[in-house]
């Protein structure tokens, strides 16, 4: 097996998406040459043909599978057959393709929601498979479960050597803004720059604000990547996160005081909190070496700047 050099041949999929483009900003920064990208146009992986002619042309030697269909709970909630389905053909489609084509190291990047709804806080990975998903996101995460034993299945029975990080929820710059796609970060961050604009004497938020979340900032997360494809190389799931989570509320708190909003907030109790906490246990990680850097305050103030920078008022 050739060992991971900046001239190896990465193929990173989904480098357009939050993750995707955060691990291509961080493999060309620490002076890796070879790194294949392609757009959406240019190779749809929901097409079998077209990634096994893909990696037949290219014939990558690590992959890093970051490309799925995301969104927050109201994406996942009005289209559960697309969170579904185009994950599983995605993810069928590029890891047969690892196998089919020798590909040296693979990596599949998962989420929390695989987590069981009533899972034990913080979520070790012993815990993956042992009860009901969280039911707002419960395509996706079927799909995320899917691939995790495609992957191990792939490793079982063909030896492909194939690696399945467990994300909690990721933020940072790059990340949608429209409202049916956004995560909470930056959903947030766009109503109470909005607000502000237009002197809003409220803002409205779903749920009750307390449910808890787990934050990752999006550039920790490809130097997590990037420490695991040189370090790891377990059939078993392996948590990457932060160890350390807050309530919405608090989170939404806090983004209102960075972006200087000081109007009111209000809670739609009507609408769902989703999974009430999604807190990793991340001893395996921590005892590998690695740990995140990137604080929540600087983080928060990453979105701020790109959506100020992307929507201009």
């Given at each position: 097996?050739?060992e991971?050099?900046k001239?190896s041949?990465?193929?990173?999929?989904?480098?357009?998406g939050?993750?995707g483009?955060?691990?291509?900003r961080?493999?060309?920064?620490?002076?890796?040459s070879?790194?294949?990208?392609?757009?959406?146009a240019e190779?749809?992986l929901?097409?079998?043909?077209?990634?096994w002619?893909?990696?037949?042309?290219?014939?990558p030697?690590?992959?890093?599978?970051?490309?799925?269909k995301?969104g927050?709970?109201a994406?996942?909630?009005a289209?559960?057959?697309?969170?579904?389905?185009n994950?599983?053909?995605?993810?069928?489609?590029?890891?047969?393709?690892?196998?089919?084509?020798?590909v040296t190291?693979?990596?599949?990047?998962g989420?929390?929601?695989?987590?069981?709804?009533?899972a034990?806080?913080?979520?070790?990975?012993s815990?993956?498979?042992s009860?009901?998903?969280?039911?707002t996101n419960?395509?996706y995460?079927?799909?995320?479960i899917?691939?995790?034993r495609?992957?191990?299945?792939?490793r079982?029975?063909?030896k492909l050597?194939?690696i399945?990080p467990?994300?909690?929820?990721?933020?940072g710059p790059?990340?949608?803004?429209?409202?049916?796609?956004?995560?909470?970060?930056?959903?947030?961050?766009?109503?109470?720059?909005?607000?502000?604009?237009?002197?809003?004497?409220?803002v409205?938020?779903?749920?009750t604000?307390?449910a808890?979340r787990?934050l990752?900032?999006?550039?920790?997360?490809a130097?997590?990547?990037?420490?695991?494809?040189?370090?790891?190389?377990?059939?078993?799931?392996?948590n990457?996160?932060?160890g350390y989570?807050?309530?919405?509320?608090?989170?939404?708190?806090?983004?209102?005081?960075?972006?200087?909003?000081?109007?009111?907030?209000?809670?739609?109790?009507a609408?769902?909190d989703?999974?009430l906490?999604?807190?990793?246990?991340i001893?395996?990680?921590?005892?590998?070496g690695w740990?995140?850097?990137?604080?929540?305050?600087?983080?928060?103030?990453s979105?701020?700047?790109?959506?100020e920078?992307?929507?201009?008022?």
């Amino acid at each position: 097996m050739s060992e991971l050099s900046k001239k190896s041949k990465i193929f990173i999929a989904g480098h357009n998406g939050l993750v995707g483009a955060a691990i291509l900003r961080h493999l060309i920064s620490n002076g890796f040459s070879k790194v294949i990208v392609r757009t959406r146009a240019e190779l749809d992986l929901t097409s079998r043909k077209d990634v096994w002619d893909f990696f037949n042309s290219e014939q990558p030697e690590y992959v890093i599978l970051a490309a799925a269909k995301v969104g927050g709970i109201a994406a996942n909630m009005a289209e559960p057959v697309e969170f579904l389905v185009n994950n599983l053909e995605i993810q069928n489609n590029v890891l047969l393709a690892c196998h089919r084509f020798r590909v040296t190291k693979t990596m599949f990047l998962g989420s929390s929601c695989v987590y069981p709804r009533k899972a034990r806080q913080p979520m070790n990975e012993s815990c993956f498979m042992s009860g009901p998903v969280e039911s707002t996101n419960e395509s996706y995460a079927i799909a995320k479960i899917a691939g995790i034993r495609l992957a191990q299945a792939l490793r079982q029975q063909y030896k492909l050597n194939v690696i399945c990080p467990m994300p909690c929820n990721v933020y940072g710059p790059g990340d949608h803004f429209e409202f049916e796609r956004s995560h909470v970060v930056s959903a947030l961050v766009r109503r109470f720059i909005e607000a502000k604009r237009n002197e809003a004497p409220s803002v409205t938020l779903w749920g009750t604000g307390i449910a808890r979340r787990e934050l990752l900032h999006v550039d920790d997360l490809a130097d997590a990547c990037l420490f695991l494809l040189h370090n790891y190389d377990s059939q078993e799931i392996i948590n990457v996160g932060s160890g350390y989570d807050l309530t919405i509320r608090e989170l939404a708190e806090t983004i209102a005081r960075i972006v200087e909003y000081n109007g009111k907030l209000n809670w739609d109790t009507a609408k769902p909190d989703g999974m009430l906490q999604k807190l990793l246990d991340i001893n395996r990680l921590d005892n590998l070496g690695w740990h995140h850097n990137i604080d929540l305050e600087t983080g928060i103030k990453s979105v701020v700047m790109d959506f100020e920078s992307r929507y201009p008022q």
